[in-house]
């Protein structure tokens, strides 16, 4: 775990990022546990009724769940201490899910496809040309060496592909109207 970025429909966000340098628009944090408790701490203040990403439920919240065990941090992202309720399947027609107590949480790929939004495919560098005519910051090659190298070199670089990654997904659902 690098790095933790959020941002709301309210235009507060931030990034949480395991290092010790001064980061414009990003919360330094020492360590994987400190960042889960900034990223559960954000949550709770910021009380969403939705939280969506894009592969939040297969991707993020499944790695995120990991590291919360590994660290001994609750995994309650809920309006109550409930620990919050990871259910992932592999099933083609059945969708992973999230319980989050009060709160939805909705993958933004699972939300176009629900609402017959027909894309080549739904990685979020698609989506965002076709409804937003954006592009993501890093390019598609070689993406996993690019984040570690940009985590090594250019943390403050990997804090903005994080965030405007965060951005995008709010932007998509918005031009696509999918969750009205």
């Not at 990022?17 to 628009?25: F, K, R, V």
């Not at 660290?71 to 990871?86: I, T």
């Not at 984040?147 to 903005?160: F, S, V």
Request: charged share 30%; with cysteine; hydrophobic share 35%.
């Amino acid at each position: 775990l690098y790095s933790i970025a959020y941002t709301t429909n309210t235009g507060e966000n931030d990034v949480f990022i395991i290092t010790d340098e001064d980061i414009d628009e990003a919360t330094p944090c020492d360590s994987v546990r400190d960042a889960l408790q900034e990223f559960r701490d954000a949550v709770h203040r910021t009380d969403p009724d939705v939280i969506t990403g894009w592969n939040v439920i297969d991707f993020d919240f499944e790695r995120l769940a990991t590291f919360h065990d590994e660290h001994d941090v609750p995994f309650d992202y809920g309006r109550v201490p409930d620990e919050s309720d990871l259910t992932i399947r592999s099933a083609y027609m059945r969708d992973s899910s999230m319980d989050v107590t009060g709160r939805m949480v909705l993958d933004g790929i699972h939300v176009l496809r629900n609402n017959f939004i027909d894309l080549d495919d739904y990685k979020l560098r698609t989506a965002a040309e076709h409804f937003l005519d954006e592009t993501k910051l890093f390019g598609a090659e070689n993406k996993e060496s690019t984040i570690q190298d940009a985590y090594h070199d250019e943390p403050g670089r990997l804090a903005e592909y994080n965030l405007h990654d965060a951005e995008l997904v709010l932007d998509i659902l918005e031009a696509s109207n999918a969750l009205d």
